[in-house]
């Protein structure tokens, strides 16, 4: 397969809030391995195989981006490491790596099959990955994933660390589920030189349950933290939307990404592109941008990049979540395994 040749530097893109659009997160697959309970149905429709954009595309897409300013690649999905042949995107993209034109690749994951990638990801170039697992119970890791099986994960985590990516672990707080599991997790992480990051459940896409019965506020996890744990607050950032402390007696950080009780919309740096070619600048409102026509019309750029700045014009200042119990709907309805985590 061919790469696209190499870019030609245009100008940044900002944002009408002065918001420098920096990162960039690619869903390259909608489908996944696991059926996690609070991300997807346990039968879900994906989308039909003609509708994605090939790898080359991604590509394209991806390099378009960096020459318009973007530092940061997050490769996601679904689970992106089921894609095949998903390691030629990889290299592919590691060329701005090498070119100096891109700080970061990097990829979210569950984790299945990191045993198999792990050494030839940190070949690309990727330095970290976030590894998502919210229990260490192998029971209750079959409930929440439905299809995973913790010790493949586990597997894979030793794989990623032996290879020297450095590895964060995502865990969503889920109530009555791992609430009672956070401290096991922070020794866990923190044991294995891992940073741990704590989600908040966000309402988006049709599940087969009830989201009120799942969400945990953050802030009540901290409380909760507060009585065994010294946090201390720490400026570390990642680019990201999560704010860290570090745990005094363990000496590792752990982040929290509270999107629906802390707005964190006024940093926002980034874009979400799935792998249909859809722009959604915004995780929680439904404004999207198709790229997947002006990347298809011509083989140079010019309409793709109008099509960018256009989209980058209408980006929101924020996005406005409440799962409470007088609506049953998602804020958004689509998952969010296509629009990437
Ligand atoms: N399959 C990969 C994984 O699980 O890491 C990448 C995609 S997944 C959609 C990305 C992240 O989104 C995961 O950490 C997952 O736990 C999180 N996630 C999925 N649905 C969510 C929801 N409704 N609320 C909060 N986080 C969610
Ligand atoms: Fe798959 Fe990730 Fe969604 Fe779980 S959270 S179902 S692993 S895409």
Redesign the pocket.
């Known amino acids: 397969m061919d790469t696209a040749p190499d870019i030609v530097r245009g100008p940044d893109l900002i944002d009408p809030f002065g918001r420098a659009i920096t990162y960039l997160r690619v869903s390259v697959t909608d489908r996944?391995d696991?059926r996690?309970v609070?991300?997807m149905s346990e039968h879900m429709t994906f989308l039909p195989k003609q509708d994605l954009l090939t790898l080359e595309e991604l590509d394209r897409l991806c390099s378009a981006f960096v020459a318009r300013g973007v530092r940061k690649l997050r490769i996601?999905?679904?689970?992106?490491l089921v894609r095949k042949n998903i390691l030629w995107l990889f290299r592919a993209l590691s060329r701005h790596l090498e070119a100096g034109t891109l700080d970061e690749l990097t990829l979210?994951?569950?984790g299945s099959q990191l045993a198999k990638y792990a050494a030839e990801l940190k070949a690309c170039g990727v330095e970290r990955i976030?590894?998502?697992m919210?229990t260490l119970d192998p029971v209750k890791f079959k409930a929440i994933t439905r299809w995973g099986d913790l010790g493949n994960v586990l597997q894979g985590l030793d794989a990623a660390q032996a290879a020297g990516l450095k590895v964060k672990i995502?865990a969503?707080a889920l109530k009555g589920v791992n609430e009672h599991e956070i401290d096991d997790l922070i020794q866990f992480a923190h044991g294995r030189g891992a940073d741990l990051t704590l989600?908040?459940?966000?309402?988006?896409?049709e599940i087969d349950g009830d989201r009120t019965d799942q969400y945990l506020p953050l802030s009540i996890v901290r409380a909760r933290l507060l009585e065994r744990w010294t946090l201390e607050d720490i400026p570390y950032r990642t680019g990201g939307p999560a704010r860290y402390v570090r745990v005094k007696e363990t000496g590792g950080r752990l982040g929290f990404i509270t999107p629906m009780t802390h707005n964190f919309c006024e940093s926002c740096n980034r874009v979400r592109l799935t792998c249909t070619g859809t722009l959604y600048m915004c995780l929680g409102q439904d404004d999207a941008a198709d790229l997947r026509a002006p990347l298809r019309a011509s083989a140079d750029d010019a309409l793709l990049n109008e099509a960018i700045e256009a989209a980058i014009a209408r980006k929101p200042k924020g996005h406005d979540f409440i799962i409470d119990r007088t609506t049953s709907k998602p804020a958004v309805s689509r998952h969010?395994?296509v629009t990437?985590?």
Do not use: A, K, W
């Open positions: 996944c696991f996690c609070y991300c996601t999905g679904g689970e992106p979210t994951t569950n976030n590894l998502s919210d995502n969503v989600i908040e459940t966000m309402p988006l896409g969010m395994s990437g985590g």
